[in-house]
């Protein structure tokens, strides 16, 4: 079945950077785009950053846009989230995410917390 872990969170001071990671299994990873989301308790999960299944095409929530970069390995079946010039609104648990044939897949989710 379709499985994605994330990793790569944790503490970090405001201004700093952080790389998530998301492996994915159980699909063929390289026919699919990719998905980063964040969730704050309390509010809707929100778009971050979009990848195509090549990695040629990205999509970026304004919110993160010049900041954030999403990239992909398919030879390693992996999504990456370079996160830089982190702010304190960016605490949040961050999700990878792939529709698989309708099927709407999420990991468990890494915590990013932005503190000084």
């Known amino acids: 079945q379709v499985r994605l872990v994330e990793s790569g969170g944790g503490l970090v001071q405001p201004g700093g950077s952080l790389r998530l990671s998301c492996a994915a299994s159980?699909?063929?990873?390289?026919?699919?785009?990719m998905r980063w989301y964040r969730q704050v308790p309390g509010k809707e999960r929100e778009f971050l950053a979009r990848i195509s299944d090549t990695g040629d095409s990205t999509n970026y929530a304004g919110s993160v846009r010049g900041r954030f970069t999403i990239s992909r390995d398919n030879a390693k079946n992996t999504v990456y989230l370079q996160m830089n010039s982190l702010k304190s609104g960016a605490t949040a648990v961050y999700y990878c995410?792939?529709?698989?044939?309708?099927?709407?897949?999420w990991g468990q989710g890494t915590q990013v917390t932005v503190s000084s």
């Open positions: 995410n792939v529709d698989v044939s309708g099927n709407d897949a």
């Open positions: 159980g699909f063929t990873f390289s026919i699919y785009d």
